[in-house]
């Protein structure tokens, strides 16, 4: 997997590791908690990898048990303060304390007005036919991506995502961000 972002998060020693085509680095978390079984939530402050300089700290749920990795930005200013909820749609690994998370370059961002949109459906395709991604993990990924779109338009977001990660987790994800949960 050349260009595939690649996330791998040791929760024992609270390390969270991003590896890119630009970008290799390791990165403390301030906190660690666990949601039921197979959920966990991180918390860390936000290193500057990108041109986003005004995020504090960012929040991630992550769910072996999916495809599906959700991030919370606190960004008060810049572009991703319009964000509520980003969602990267990828492949989990997991082996005692260390989840792995391979990116499959789908994402939906969720804003603070409860629309969302779809991003880099075509980044994912060319990443299939360059091989990046096999055809088991594609299938995969857009049956997530099109039963949660489905839930999101049945349900509502939030609700769709309570449902899916638990109201604890995305109470925790949201704590003191918003006022409608």
């Known amino acids: 997997m050349i260009n595939i972002k690649y996330y791998n998060f040791d929760l024992t020693n609270k390390i969270e590791e991003i590896q890119t085509h630009a970008v290799n680095e390791k990165i ?8 039921g079984k197979d959920t966990y939530g991180i918390k860390r402050r936000w290193k500057i ?4 300089n005004s995020v504090d700290f960012i929040k991630r749920l992550l769910s072996p048990k999916g495809n599906l990795m959700l991030t919370y930005y606190r960004d008060k ?6 964000y509520l909820i980003y969602i990267d749609f990828g492949k989990y690994n997991v082996s005692n304390n260390l989840i792995e998370f391979y990116d499959q370059e789908l994402d ?21 036919e360059r091989g990046e991604i096999a055809l088991s993990d594609l299938s995969d990924i857009l049956i997530d991506f099109e039963n949660l779109v489905n839930n999101f338009n049945y349900s509502g977001i939030i609700n ?5 990660f638990g109201v604890t987790a995305i109470n925790w994800l949201l704590k003191n961000e918003v006022s409608f949960i």
């Open 77 to 82: 200013e810049g572009e991703m303060s319009n």
């Open 160 to 164: 769709s995502l309570s449902l899916r």
């Open 49 to 52: 990898l990108s041109s986003h």
């Open 108 to 128: 939906i961002v969720i804003y603070n007005n409860l629309k969302y949109k779809i991003l880099d459906m075509e980044e994912t395709i060319s990443a299939y």
């Open 28 to 35: 403390d978390l301030e906190q660690v908690v666990r949601f």
